[in-house]
């Protein structure tokens, strides 16, 4: 189809994991004037659709009607899911990859992508495993040996992320954020999105409340315990 007048251009929010992205989707974005927010909640097959377009093991996944969607869409759109871009099975061709994907729906997109200090990051995702029931200690999950994980720690290296976009859509087009930003100040964070989307921002943003917090360490030595103990059952 015809390009997008370029103040209808969508943002796609990539991610990352662990970088506040639900909170964003309930509390951030939403307060940015003119914008339509698609999340998993509010667009619940379209984004699922793009997932499985940009995730698809196929060489040309259909990608039907997403691009007419956000063409229809009543606001600029800004698609948003931390997991476009998830730190599982992730490598340097796959971030080409989900790059060269969505670049093919949206060709006039632009790319929000939010960043943290790796310590902490990968702290969070090791948190994140032990929830969902991993029970190996910390350097075997960062040594990508952990049972029942794919993570590769190269997905930590956040400049192979950038670059991967870059090969697609002009520097101008990608922004990177960090979630330190975020934390520290909400809403000089949201005024730079907003100034991404060509939008003036002038509202407060709900505090909200902590989003899926990790359990602290102690609980985690005890989870992984129990999490042992239920895999090696029959």
Same mark, same amino acid.
């Given at each position: 189809?015809?390009?997008?007048?370029?103040?209808?251009?969508?943002?796609?929010?990539?991610?990352?994991?662990?970088?506040?992205?639900?909170?964003?989707?309930?509390?951030?974005?939403?307060?940015?004037?003119?914008?339509?927010?698609?999340?998993?909640?509010?667009?619940?097959?379209?984004?699922?659709?793009?997932?499985?377009?940009?995730?698809?093991?196929?060489?040309?996944?259909?990608?039907?009607?997403?691009?007419? @969607?956000?063409?229809? *869409?009543?606001? !600029?759109? +800004?698609?948003?899911?931390?997991?476009?871009?998830? $730190?599982? &099975?992730?490598?340097?061709?796959?971030?080409?990859?989900?790059?060269?994907?969505?670049?093919?729906?949206?060709?006039?997109?632009?790319?929000?992508?939010?960043?943290?200090?790796?310590?902490?990051?990968?702290?969070?995702?090791?948190?994140?495993?032990?929830?969902?029931?991993?029970?190996?200690?910390?350097?075997?999950?960062?040594?990508?040996?952990?049972?029942?994980?794919?993570?590769?720690?190269?997905?930590?290296?956040?400049?192979?992320?950038?670059?991967?976009?870059?090969? @697609?859509?002009?520097? *101008?087009?990608? !922004?990177? +954020?960090?979630?330190?930003?975020?934390?520290?100040? $909400?809403? &000089?964070?949201?005024?730079?999105?907003?100034?991404?989307?060509?939008?003036?921002?002038?509202?407060?943003?709900?505090?909200?409340?902590?989003?899926?917090?990790?359990?602290?360490?102690?609980?985690?030595?005890?989870?992984?315990?129990?999490?042992?103990?239920?895999?090696?059952?029959?």
């Amino acid at each position: 189809g015809a390009s997008l007048a370029r103040d209808r251009r969508p943002i796609i929010h990539v991610g990352l994991a662990k970088t506040g992205s639900t909170w964003l989707q309930r509390h951030g974005f939403p307060t940015i004037a003119g914008l339509d927010v698609l999340t998993v909640k509010t667009a619940t097959a379209l984004i699922r659709q793009v997932h499985e377009h940009l995730h698809s093991s196929g060489g040309h996944p259909p990608a039907n009607g997403l691009r007419e @969607r956000i063409e229809g *869409s009543p606001g !600029l759109p +800004l698609l948003s899911n931390e997991n476009f871009a998830s $730190p599982w &099975s992730w490598s340097p061709r796959h971030g080409l990859r989900l790059a060269e994907r969505l670049h093919g729906v949206f060709p006039d997109g632009k790319i929000l992508l939010v960043v943290r200090e790796q310590t902490a990051m990968i702290a969070s995702l090791y948190a994140q495993y032990v929830k969902e029931g991993g029970y190996v200690g910390f350097r075997r999950f960062t040594d990508g040996a952990a049972p029942h994980s794919r993570f590769d720690v190269g997905w930590l290296q956040y400049h192979r992320h950038v670059e991967a976009f870059h090969t @697609r859509f002009d520097a *101008s087009d990608v !922004l990177v +954020l960090t979630y330190e930003h975020l934390r520290s100040d $909400p809403r &000089s964070f949201l005024t730079v999105v907003a100034g991404f989307a060509g939008q003036p921002y002038d509202a407060e943003p709900d505090d909200g409340t902590r989003v899926n917090p990790a359990p602290a360490r102690a609980a985690l030595a005890g989870l992984r315990v129990v999490n042992r103990l239920v895999r090696a059952s029959p």
